[in-house]
């Protein structure tokens, strides 16, 4: 097979579009008007917002994507999902508006190796240099993330993937909701908890317990599943976080508003990317930490890459 280079910056959890596809319709051409809906708020968690401790400068991090240093942030109230978006979610909107992701109009997205079958395999022609556990297999997208011969049928309550951030804009344009800023997201993910690790304190498994779903083995080529997944699990799994949140850590990616900077977010046009994945291991990367953050361009989508939508109070 050969070799797809990544022409961006990217960590093992992200595969980002080379500059040499061309760009796709506009979202505001390819979603309808949306028709008069319930209360979009319905069901979100309302938070006061305020003022807290952003960032960190725990030895685990990485200084490199502009974690630290640790610093105070006020955020507004604010509404915000307890869950990331999941695929019954998602197919309601694409009943409703007829919209096709990018994944669709690009013809593929990016699979992790692991779960493409040996049938499927055999048509994979390209892999990402850098990262060669993400190939690119055409027909892949949200309704068939590991490529043509799969589906979301047993996963409707799971998160939908193979959502770009233009795709993921799309969806809380349609809903009357809108992607979580940055700031936002970390403050409803520590979930009133103040400089700890992760969600639920600073050790990974209290007690044993697992309390996230990660890689579990050596990576990328043994993954044990003693969290109990190896790819994705449900968008309601694990113990919800203080403010109601569930999988703040692991699981998916999640979308926010920002552009990225390592120092700010305000330049580039990369977009952050918050909460790590399935794949997050600590051996190579630790980024379920609810500091860390990462990005992708916009128009890029792999099989851990999902959102929740937030709302403004």
């Known amino acids: 097979m050969d070799d797809a280079d990544q022409s961006r910056r990217s ?3 992200a595969a980002t579009r080379g500059s040499e596809v061309s760009a796709v319709t506009p979202i505001e051409e390819v979603v309808r008007a949306a028709p008069p809906r319930n209360d979009p708020k319905s069901g979100m968690i309302y938070l006061p917002g305020g003022t807290f401790l952003m960032g960190t400068d725990d030895k685990e991090g990485f200084p490199a994507d502009g974690e630290g240093p640790v610093r105070n942030v006020t955020v507004s109230p604010f509404y915000i999902d307890p869950c990331t978006v999941t695929n019954a979610e998602f197919e309601a909107f694409v009943a409703d508006t007829g919209y096709r992701t990018e994944a669709e109009r690009f013809g593929w997205s990016y699979v992790f190796h692991l779960f493409v079958s040996a049938a499927t395999s055999k048509k994979v022609s390209r892999i990402v240099r850098h990262t060669p556990w993400w190939w690119v297999v055409e027909g892949a997208c949200w309704k068939r993330p590991e490529g043509p011969d799969s589906s979301i049928e047993d996963r409707m309550d799971h998160p939908v993937v193979h959502v770009s951030w233009n795709d993921a804009t799309a969806y809380c344009q349609w809903s009357g909701k809108r992607l979580p800023a940055e700031a936002e997201w ?12 992760y969600p639920w304190g600073d050790i990974l498994k209290p007690d044993g317990r697992h309390m996230c779903n990660i890689w579990q083995g050596k990576f990328p080529d043994k993954n044990n599943a003693g969290d109990g997944y190896a790819g994705t699990a449900p968008a309601r799994s694990f113990e ?25 977010a ?3 046009e990369a977009r952050v990317m918050r909460g790590g994945s399935y794949l997050c291991h600590k051996s190579y990367c630790n980024r379920y930490r609810v500091a860390a953050r990462t990005a992708n361009t916009p128009d890029s989508s792999t099989g851990n890459m999902g ?3 937030a709302a403004d109070a």
């Open 266 to 268: 305000s330049a580039g």
């Open 240 to 264: 919800p976080n203080g403010y109601g949140l569930y999988n703040v850590s692991g699981n998916v990616w999640e979308w926010c508003s920002d552009r990225f900077s390592p120092r700010s």
């Open 186 to 197: 970390e403050y409803a993910a520590r979930g009133g908890l103040v400089q700890k690790r």
């Open 11 to 13: 960590c093992c959890c």
């Open 307 to 309: 959102f929740r939508c």
